[in-house]
Nanobody
Framework: QIQLVESGGGLVQAGGSLRLSCTASLRTFSIYAMSWFRQAPGKEREFAAAISRSDRIYYADSVKGRFTISRDNAKKTMYLQMNSLKPEDTAVYSC????????????????????WGQGTQVTVSS
């Protein structure tokens, strides 16, 4: 059974930092594109960041310059370093994985993902 497990969420003051992790039980983690999505209370889920199998990186405008996505294929883990956090970053953050062929050019904000994690709560107080 494939699992994506997020960790690292918590409560932080505005301006603070958190580092989220997403560990996958995928046999061939390296051939998956990985993304972070978030959902705030009463709002739709939104794309935050993605990293392709070839390490191309994409960010939503709302997190660009503050968040950094990375991956460690040997550990089958993806990370999201979140700095300069704002109250509007408060949400449940979920990771997602999608198999990606070589040379793919995908819209990671809108594509259908193969696997999702359960999410981790991030709360930023003002």
């Amino acid at each position: 059974q494939i699992q994506l497990v997020e960790s690292g969420g918590g409560l932080v003051q505005a301006g603070g930092s958190l580092r989220l992790s997403c560990t996958a039980s995928l046999r061939t983690f390296s051939i998956y594109a990985m993304s972070w999505f978030r959902q705030a209370p009463g709002k739709e889920r939104e794309f935050a960041a993605a990293i392709s199998r070839s390490d191309r990186i994409y960010y939503a405008d709302s997190v660009k310059g503050r968040f950094t996505i990375s991956r460690d294929n040997a550990k089958k883990t993806m990370y999201l370093q979140m700095n300069s956090l704002k109250p509007e970053d408060t949400a449940v953050y979920s990771c997602a994985a999608v198999f990606e062929g070589l040379g793919s050019d995908n819209d990671y904000s809108a594509m259908t993902y193969d696997y999702w994690g359960q999410g981790t709560q991030v709360t930023v107080s003002s």
